[in-house]
């Protein structure tokens, strides 16, 4: 029986089904998600492939409205790929004659950044799919001059690759951390900054009494207190970041939260899933006390609590 695919040949989804079913001789192409899901219904294939989410620009809404409107069809797997993209065009073409370049929405944003640095005066077209820019280029009377699209498409369509792996890259990643590097590295500051003042300057005059070099003090005598006191301060703070690190899910990183939005988008049941997210948050917490606990219990060995 054949799987329906959302096609033309050479897209993404065809990768996806090559790694299910690699005989081609079973695969049914079809020019749009509600039309994979059609021949499904009606009997023409035993199963469908679609796009349903990408790490860039979310969740497919075509798919996910099609999903949402029928019982009939329901996810029973689930395969990732890989995104590679390739800018091709027809042959004896250079980059510096690019006006337009045509792919589909999700494929355009995950090359935003290259665009700009390598082809900036090029406007975007839409298409239907990566392989439908390359086969629609190949087959001539396009208003565009290149196509953004897999490196099987551009060898199936015979066409010329201007440039290779042209993704932007984890710029969510970079983003995400960056952003939440500086905003709690600012208060990890803070707290050290306020342990170092909480050490007595006997202590440092016992040091040079001593005899022993700054050096020697400071690894020695006020490092190991600053790290006992500053520890309750960092542990807060590491509970609070690890919380956050929700906030990078609006820029498309796939985190705990993200893959349960996008659970939900799927299934409609949100309360199964965010209740899944928070019981993980819940267990990262407990893990979390109980090895500040102890290397609090670690930092304190030799100091003794005293009442007034």
Same mark, same amino acid.
């Given at each position: ?120 005066? =090029?406007?975007? %077209? ?7 820019? @390359?086969? +629609?280029?190949?087959? #001539? &009377? !396009? *208003? ?6 897999? =490196?099987?498409? %551009? ?7 201007? @440039?290779? +792996?042209?993704?932007? #890259? &984890? !710029? *969510? ?136």
């Amino acid at each position: 029986m054949s799987i329906a695919f959302l096609g033309p040949a050479g897209t993404f989804t065809e990768s996806a089904l090559r790694q299910i079913e690699p005989d081609p001789a079973h695969h049914l192409p079809v020019a749009s998600v509600p039309a994979a899901l059609a021949a499904v219904r009606d009997g023409r294939a035993a199963s469908a492939v679609v796009p349903i989410e990408n790490s860039v620009e979310g969740g497919v809404s075509g798919t996910l409205d099609v999903l949402a409107a029928t019982d009939s069809i329901t996810i029973v797997a689930e395969q990732t790929v890989q995104i590679t993209f390739v800018l091709a065009a027809r042959e004896q073409t250079a980059l510096e004659q690019l006006t337009t370049v045509s792919s589909h929405p999700h494929a355009q944003a995950q090359v935003q950044g290259w665009l700009r640095s390598n082809v900036p005066g =090029a406007n975007n %077209a839409a298409a239907s799919s990566t392989a439908a820019a @390359a086969r +629609d280029l190949a087959a #001539g &009377d !396009v *208003e565009y001059q290149a196509a953004i699209c897999p =490196a099987l498409a %551009a060898e199936r369509y015979g066409l010329e690759v201007l @440039a290779e +792996d042209i993704g932007d #890259g &984890d !710029v *969510e990643l970079a983003a995400g951390t960056i952003a939440l590097g500086l905003c709690f590295g600012a208060y990890a500051t803070e707290v050290f900054r306020g342990a170092l003042l909480a050490i007595p300057k006997g202590h440092r005059e016992a040091g040079l009494a001593l005899g022993l070099g700054k050096r020697r003090i400071f690894l020695r005598l006020i490092l190991p207190q600053m790290w006992r006191l500053a520890l309750p301060g960092l542990g807060n703070l590491f509970m609070i970041l690890m919380k956050d690190t929700a906030l990078v899910s609006v820029i498309g990183l796939e985190e705990i939260m993200r893959r349960s939005q996008i659970a939900v988008t799927a299934s409609k049941e949100p309360f199964t899933f965010f209740l899944v997210a928070a019981f993980i948050y819940l267990c990262l917490t407990i893990v979390a006390m109980i090895g500040m606990h102890f290397l609090e219990k670690r930092a304190g060995r030799g100091f003794v609590r005293s009442a007034a």
